[in-house]
């Protein structure tokens, strides 16, 4: 299999640079744009496996971006905040980011959280097998979610959150254990996070108008059912 390769976006030079280095060592290629603008440019000849992207760029901000690759492609985006307050969060969230960081911020740290995200990403062992429902399909190894037959949009992040739960039908998972096994490292123990990709997957799963297969248990966590699928 080939290096991964991802796309860094940002409007400092020395950034761009320094995260480049950084993912080298990884054993993970990368290339560099320096706004939005260039960076869909270089998307339209190359199949990028993840995107870091800066929120404060001229032109088109980081939120632009991510929603018009949101538009063709489900691939990893991680987002890098100057302030980090919650609204960028969330928006980030909302708009279908996977992870953030917070400038400034240590190279080592998001080379490590770029590489951990790939490996959850990338095609996975074909030995993990397919989960059916009545109405639901998960399939690990194409990465496809159908319910009634129709393909749902989700993002990695969604994805492999809905297989993890799915895995285990009744089973009650912390959102501690969430983020350690979905995000794979100490996301700041910011359980909003996944409070959020939860709210994301009932919309998408048709929370208000069909069963809702993530249950609520209040105070601990969340559970997969599908008994009145």
Request: proline residues 4%.
């Amino acid at each position: 299999m080939d290096k991964p390769i991802v796309l860094v976006v940002d409007d400092e030079d020395g950034i761009r640079e320094l995260v480049k280095i950084y993912l080298k060592k990884e054993g993970i290629a990368a290339d560099t744009a320096a706004d939005s603008k260039e960076a869909l440019k270089k998307i339209e000849d190359t199949g990028y496996d993840l995107f870091v992207i800066d929120v404060m760029m001229p032109g088109m901000d980081g939120f632009g971006l991510v929603k018009e690759i949101r538009s063709f492609s489900d691939k990893p985006i991680i987002m890098l905040t100057a302030r980090g307050e919650e609204y960028e969060r969330i928006l980030g969230f909302e708009l279908g980011c996977d992870d953030y960081v917070v400038k400034p911020f240590s190279p080592r740290e998001l080379a490590h959280r770029v590489k951990v995200m790939l490996k959850r990403t990338l095609p996975i062992n074909k030995q993990e097998k397919a989960l059916k429902f009545t109405r639901l399909e998960i399939d690990p190894v194409t990465r496809k979610v159908l319910l009634d037959m129709k393909e749902l949009n989700l993002t990695p992040k969604e994805f492999n959150l809905l297989y993890y739960l799915a895995s285990s039908p009744g089973r009650v998972f912390t959102r501690e254990q969430l983020l350690e096994n979905i995000w794979g490292y100490d996301f700041f123990g910011d359980f909003r996070t996944v409070d959020t990709h939860v709210k994301k997957l009932r919309e998408k799963l048709g929370r208000n108008s069909g069963p809702d297969y993530i249950s609520t248990v209040w105070g601990v966590g969340y559970k997969f059912e599908a008994a009145n699928d």
